[in-house]
């Protein structure tokens, strides 16, 4: 009797068991435009890799929530070594527009959405957003304030019990 | 480049078992791919699937979600029903494609 082997199928493996309860918890603390993607871009891309997202707003990140400030978050070269401009430049008058402006349109030339758009995305994909109370006592803001896809605005000690055993980057 | 059965067809793939030449693909494999990552192909299936090989064609690179939704008309939300948990490279492997490189 002859046994013919079949190899099996080379198929991907998209390892996306129920029972696989990656967690990932980001805490976004910044409100300035370039430090408001790094947790956005995070979150897309670990929702679209089925882990169960959850962000944190606190302090100037609550800007990236914020309807008065999500669309109009800015860049600013001072205090930022990166642009390799002299820093004095920075301090002159409509400079900040001027980086802000500029670096909106790179976003958009690479087909990355703003950050309003980004944020129904992540809505869209599963994403969870949640508000800092300290920060909204703060700035005497409430939940008619932010993005209508904020569930709640909770403690910092309510955020780590949600976030139990997630992996957590903070911004 | 590794060569594997799917259903009666070989094709080429790469190391994770996407494949690698576009000519290769046809309907019928697509659905045969499908069924390899547990998904049954309904007409919306179809559309996403469609859409990825004629806009692979045209722009040179796999879509990526943002652009199946924007462009399709596809909203994002129905894409992770469509093709749960991991729907861009689901999407592209149904599709015969290789993943998107974009980040959104």
């Not at chain 1, 409100?31 to 882990?51: F, K, Q």
């Not at chain 1, 002159?92 to 790179?106: I, W």
Request: aromatic share 8%.
């Amino acid at each position: 009797m002859t046994t013919v082997a079949t190899a099996p199928a080379i198929v991907p493996a998209f390892d996306d068991k129920d029972d696989a309860g990656r967690k990932l918890a980001i805490i976004c603390s910044k409100g300035n435009l370039d430090m408001a993607y790094p947790g956005l871009i995070l979150a897309n891309a670990a929702l679209g890799e089925g882990v169960e997202t959850h962000l944190f707003f606190t302090f100037w990140g609550f800007d990236i929530i914020t309807k008065a400030h999500m669309g109009d978050l800015k860049f600013t070269m001072l205090g930022n070594t990166a642009t390799h401009l002299p820093q004095g430049l920075g301090g002159l008058p409509g400079m900040t527009a001027m980086a802000t402006h500029r670096m909106r349109k790179q976003i958009a030339e690479i087909g990355v959405p703003t950050v309003p758009e980004l944020l129904e995305q992540i809505v869209a994909s599963g994403g969870h957003l949640w508000a800092c109370r300290m920060s909204a006592d703060m700035m005497h803001l409430d939940e008619g304030d932010l993005h209508e896809a904020v569930e709640g605005i909770i403690s910092a000690a309510d955020f780590i019990e949600k976030t139990e055993s997630a992996q957590l980057l903070f911004i | 480049m590794p060569v594997t059965a799917i259903g009666e067809t070989q094709v080429h793939v790469d190391a994770e078992g996407f494949l690698t030449d576009y000519d290769e693909w046809d309907e019928q494999l697509g659905g045969e791919l499908a069924a390899q990552i547990g998904i049954e192909m309904t007409p919306a299936h179809w559309r996403v699937v469609r859409f990825l090989r004629t806009g692979y064609v045209e722009q040179g690179e796999t879509a990526t979600l943002r652009r199946v939704s924007m462009q399709a008309g596809i909203p994002v939300k129905d894409l992770f029903t469509l093709f749960p948990k991991k729907p861009a490279k689901k999407m592209a492997y149904v599709a015969g494609l290789p993943k998107p490189r974009g980040c959104v």
